[in-house]
Each structure stands twice: as structure tokens, then as C-alpha cells.
């Protein structure tokens, strides 16, 4: 029953703002990184966000960075995705995973994919 669940995607003009929420289940969320992760159609996916779990320091990757924000709510058991002056090129499906951060955010897979939320930005 280890999982996480995304949630809050949608469709928004270029501005706006979304966010997205990582539900946990089957452990306890402020033991491990947490992070988002995107793919758009015909590009690799790519970590976006991470939280590190020993300390709360957060990473974005260059093209977010000063428009994202990741946090989460332990009581919750829920991390979050706050996105803000939203691009098209954001647009991409968005999932939540154990994440560790080398040169580049990666995925830990102890948790199975979720299965994602969809966030289309488009006028």
C-alpha cells in the first residue's frame, strides 16, 4: 500500500497558477525526499523539484527556479507543488517520487509511479 498520488493539475492561461498536491500512504512522508517530476510529450522526464528530508533544503531545476516552490505538510502526510507565472512549455504530466539530487534531480524508486496529474498551460 506504499504509494503517492497526485492531484491538482488542470488547465491555466500563461501567468497563472496551479498547485499540485502529493498525497502519501503506506509510510510516513517526512522520512524520505520527496520531489516533482514532469514529461512532456516527445521529452524525457525530468526532475523538477526536491525536497532533502534531513534538513528541508530544496532544488529546482534552472528553468523553474524563482516560479516554483516545493513544500510539504507532515501532518498532512502531503507535499506540494506551488507553481506560479506558468508557461507553455510547462506542460506536461507531473509526478511526485523519492528524489536525491546529484548534478541533476533524480528519482528514488522505492515508490511506484503514481498516476500523475496533467497541467496544460495553453491561452
Known amino acids: 500500500q506504499v504509494q503517492l498520488v497526485e492531484s491538482g493539475g488542470g488547465l491555466v492561461q500563461p501567468g497563472g497558477s496551479l498547485r499540485l498536491s502529493c498525497a502519501a500512504s503506506?509510510?510516513?512522508?517526512?522520512?524520505?525526499?520527496i520531489g516533482w517530476f514532469r514529461q512532456a510529450p516527445g521529452k524525457e522526464r525530468e526532475g523538477v523539484s526536491c525536497?532533502?528530508?534531513?534538513?528541508?533544503?530544496?532544488y529546482y531545476v534552472d528553468s523553474v527556479k524563482g516560479r516554483f516552490t516545493i513544500s510539504r505538510d507532515n501532518a498532512n502526510n502531503t507535499v506540494y507543488l506551488q507553481m506560479n507565472s506558468l508557461k507553455p512549455e510547462d506542460t506536461a504530466v507531473y509526478f511526485c517520487?523519492?528524489?536525491?539530487?546529484?548534478?541533476?534531480?533524480?528519482?528514488?524508486?522505492?515508490?511506484?509511479w503514481g498516476p500523475g496529474t496533467q497541467v496544460t498551460v495553453s491561452s
Open positions: 525536497m532533502d528530508s534531513s534538513d528541508g533544503s530544496t
Open positions: 503506506g509510510f510516513t512522508l517526512d522520512d524520505s525526499s
Open positions: 517520487a523519492e528524489c536525491a539530487v546529484l548534478s541533476t534531480i533524480v528519482r528514488l524508486d522505492h515508490i511506484p
